[in-house]
T-cell receptor, first 115, second 113 residues
């Protein structure tokens, strides 16, 4: 199993450009999520999905869109990039459901710089 | 709201020294608690977890005990190695079905030979 994969590893955008960060997992996990990591702030949840066709907002959703058409893929779209979106982005996946604590598996991250 | 507070780093230790990284939390319910580790250039990996009060999580020589009375989950290791140099994140999950981890700011550990 490849686990959670993310592309690209690095990206530089100009203000106002759009792009999609790709995330895929091959573990048949229902739950997927996107976090951003900023210095001194830990990771903050952007959007998450509990299954194909179901997404919801996390802590910092503004400026980002997501969709989940398949179990495997969960792309993150920046419609009009801003310098405040310069960050490292991590995708994660796990089994879903309440009552049991499942581990979240993280991808290697995408480092995005917006100039 | 929910939050996690970690001691600021970096923490610099000599090899074989004792490690403690403090973590306290605020939560509206009864969370599960986690320590994740991030090695340079990599994503986060689960180091250990505890799901209820007085549980002790352990892995690779690291330990942490879920203390409900002090709302703490301090990470300890008796003898650190250079290979333990990484950033350590404390996190909580309120088991709402969202799998929405709330992270602390992270503590960088540097172990010198």
């Amino acid at each position: 199993n490849a686990g959670v994969t993310q592309t690209p590893k690095f990206q530089v955008l100009k203000t106002g450009q759009s792009m999609t960060l790709q995330c895929a997992q091959d573990m048949n996990h229902e739950y997927m999520s996107w976090y951003r990591q900023d210095p001194g702030m830990g990771l903050r949840l952007i959007h998450y999905s509990v299954g194909a066709g179901i997404t919801d907002q996390g802590e910092v959703p503004n400026g980002y869109n997501v969709s989940r058409s398949t179990t495997e893929d969960f792309p993150l779209r920046l419609l009009s990039a801003a310098p405040s979106q310069t960050s490292v982005y991590f995708c994660a996946s796990s089994y879903s459901g309440t009552g049991v604590t499942y581990e979240q598996y993280f991808g290697p991250g995408t480092r995005l710089t917006v100039t | 709201g929910n939050s996690v507070t970690q001691m600021e780093g970096p923490v610099t230790l000599s090899e074989e020294a004792f490690l403690t990284i403090n973590c306290t939390y605020t939560a509206t319910g009864y969370p599960s608690l986690f320590w994740y580790v991030q090695y340079p250039g990599e994503g986060l990996q689960l180091l250990l977890k505890a799901t209820k009060a007085d549980d002790k999580g352990s892995n690779k020589g690291f330990e942490a005990t879920y203390r409900k009375e002090t709302t703490s989950f301090h990470l300890e290791k008796g003898s650190v190695q250079v290979s333990d140099s990484a950033v350590y994140f404390c996190a909580l999950d309120l088991d709402t079905g969202r799998r929405a981890l709330t992270f602390g700011s992270g503590t960088r550990l540097q172990v010198q030979p």
